[in-house]
């Protein structure tokens, strides 16, 4: 499975982005989807994971009420909505992919990752 991350950037304190992460090579409605991010210095943190079907969706805390993950199965793409945005939120957001299907958080529980796109947020 091969994973691509766009939509990063550079934006203001409270700006919102949305990433995506487009999926090829294996069969994405097998997959739970998971978004991590990695700041300088900083190891690899969960952000959000989404179930197969797309009915159940876990938040790390420092995501709650900003951030929405979502997937079109359809169209092989999971997104991470993120508003309200701050200096911290800055980092590599990766994708993922876990293979056993599972919402969880464990980052070595996950299979296969995108090569991660740059989130820079300006205070």
């Known amino acids: 499975v091969q994973l691509v991350e766009s939509g990063g950037g550079l934006v203001q304190a409270g700006g919102s982005l949305r990433l995506s992460c487009a999926a090829s090579g294996g069969t994405f409605n097998n997959y739970a989807m998971g978004w991590f991010r990695q700041a300088p210095g900083k190891e690899r943190e969960f952000v959000a994971v989404?179930?197969?079907?797309?009915?159940?969706?876990v938040y790390a805390n420092s995501a709650k009420g900003r951030f929405t993950i979502s997937r079109d199965n359809a169209k092989n793409t999971v997104y991470l909505q993120m508003n309200s945005l701050k200096p911290e939120d800055t980092a590599v957001y990766f994708c993922a992919a876990d293979q056993d299907g599972l919402a969880q958080r464990i980052i070595s529980e996950y299979d296969y990752w995108g090569q991660g796109i740059q989130v820079t947020v300006s205070s």
């Open positions: 989404i179930s197969r079907s797309g009915r159940t969706t």
